[in-house]
């Protein structure tokens, strides 16, 4: 399928593709017959794709990436999502990836150097830790509860975070907190960068949870008690988190979109593949025309996931919020994978269940997209009060007044 992408966009996605065929997808193959992705096996892949030229293409050269605009690298996101290892070889991997963008967004020269240069070389992990159990945070932001108070030159943190993805693997992390008591709930917020290592973090525990099978960086419980950081950690301005975890989460929803739909296209091309060899009843079971049409109604949702997506990337590139679009394309991106990656389980029949093949994999990880970055009942509270803006009585007036009008004609 065409899409109107860049010659850099489609050279940079077709350069990924043949690198990924040939080096990631024969170690996807032996960490499934091990059960386990190796960090050796993860860091030799990332020398690998830098010496291919595709490694960090998102991130500003002097920084360690390609320098790439955000929608050249857009199509990347996808080819690297088809593959269980695909997003870390080329370090294009959540929540590590929206760090990077935050930090090269919001962070002070002193800040980069710190932490966004060794992020992006993989020498450190990092996580964004913002949900929090109940009184706290959830799918209602304005509920948060960490704060973070002055003192002196110091900020000092008390809270209780959990589902901080990387949580555990973490070096560093990106803590949302309450730094104005008294302003509108959404206004008193800020993000706050805090090394693992500071007295007063506890990594409680790696919550157990569907996905991940072979590894990864996990999501952990945190409890932050008089936890002391210098003033200058703080990141981006005093009380501008919410502003900024929306300049973060805008385009990290369309690349966790892109990635995902490329899990949805593997899952597919796995399937016709499978259906082509499979018989069953005297044929091919690709022959099967009720098979036949699940694939081509995939194809048909996937395209506008995509679609959409591009347009929402286009929106954030010409300067707007594009809120309702990106809330658009994530709900129905995470819909679509999820449909799309549950009947591939189906069409490959028990080897959809096995962990031979990646789907089984992809079924279990897929599932959060619905949940995480904004469930979607969420993101369709937003869109459907935007849609209720703009409400004309007219349309409807001669059917519910008519006790003053006189009935309508029968
Ligand atoms: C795999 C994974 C990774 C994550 N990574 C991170 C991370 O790195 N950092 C971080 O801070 N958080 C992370 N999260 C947390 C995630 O952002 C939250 O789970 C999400 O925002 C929803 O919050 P909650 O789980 O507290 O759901 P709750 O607020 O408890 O809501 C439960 C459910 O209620 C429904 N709901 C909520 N509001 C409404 C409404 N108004 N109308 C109707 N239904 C509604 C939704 O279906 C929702 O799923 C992660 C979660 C997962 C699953």
């Known amino acids: 399928m065409e899409y109107d992408d860049s010659e850099t966009a489609v050279e ?41 030229g595709i490694y960090a293409p998102q991130i500003g050269e002097e920084y360690g990436g390609m320098g790439l605009d955000f929608h050249d690298v857009l199509p990347t996101f996808e080819v690297a999502g088809r593959y269980l290892m695909g997003a870390s070889a080329i370090r294009i991997d959540a929540p590590d990836e929206g760090n990077m963008h935050t930090l090269e967004l919001l962070g002070t020269e002193e ?12 020498e450190l992990r990092s996580g964004f830790s913002m949900t929090e159990p109940q009184p706290g ?3 209602d ?11 002196g030159d110091e900020w000092v943190i008390d809270g ?4 901080t993805s990387n949580g555990a693997v973490a070096d560093f992390l990106i803590v949302m907190a309450r730094t104005d008591q008294d302003a509108h709930p959404y206004e008193g917020c800020s993000l706050i960068l805090v090394p693992v ?37 703080l990141l981006g301005e005093l009380n501008m988190g919410f502003t900024h975890a929306q300049q973060r989460l805008g385009p990290a929803r369309l690349t966790h979109c892109m990635r995902f739909s490329g899990m949805a296209q593997r899952s597919i091309d796995i399937a016709k593949a499978y259906m082509s060899e499979r018989e069953a009843f005297g044929s091919p079971l690709a022959d099967k025309q009720e098979l036949r049409y699940k694939v081509a109604d995939a194809e048909i949702r996937l395209h506008a996931a995509r679609s959409m997506v591009r347009h929402a990337a286009r929106q954030i590139a010409a300067g707007n919020e594009a809120r309702i679009e990106v809330a658009m394309s994530k709900v129905f991106t995470a819909n679509v994978v999820n449909d799309i990656v549950d009947e ?5 029949g028990a080897n959809g269940i096995g962990k031979d093949l990646p789907i089984a994999h992809f079924y279990e990880g897929c599932r959060s997209f619905r949940i995480v970055d904004g469930a979607d009942e969420v993101h369709k509270r937003v869109i459907a009060r935007n849609a209720f803006e703009d409400v004309d009585p007219t349309e409807v007036e001669h059917v519910l007044r008519f006790e003053e009008k006189g009935a309508p004609a029968q």
């Not at 800040?111 to 993989?122: G, M, S, T």
Request: aromatic share 4%; glycine share 8%.
């Open 197 to 233: 290592e500071t007295d007063g973090v506890e990594i409680v525990r790696d919550i157990p949870h569907m996905g991940g099978g072979l590894g990864g960086g996990g999501h952990a419980e945190i409890t932050y008690d008089d936890v002391r950081v210098p003033e200058e950690n």
């Open 111 to 122: 800040q980069k150097e710190e932490y966004l240069k060794p992020l992006v070389a993989d």
């Open 160 to 163: 209780h975070k959990w589902w």
């Open 137 to 139: 945070a959830g799918s």
């Open 344 to 348: 591939t389980v189906q069409m490959c």
């Open 12 to 52: 940079l996605a077709e350069r990924t593709r043949e690198f990924m065929e040939a080096e990631v997808r024969p170690a996807e193959r032996e960490a499934l017959q091990r059960g386990q992705i190796e960090e050796s096996v993860r860091h030799d892949l990332q020398a690998k794709a830098r010496e291919h």
């Open 141 to 151: 932001p304005k509920m948060i509860q960490t704060t973070a108070e002055k003192d």
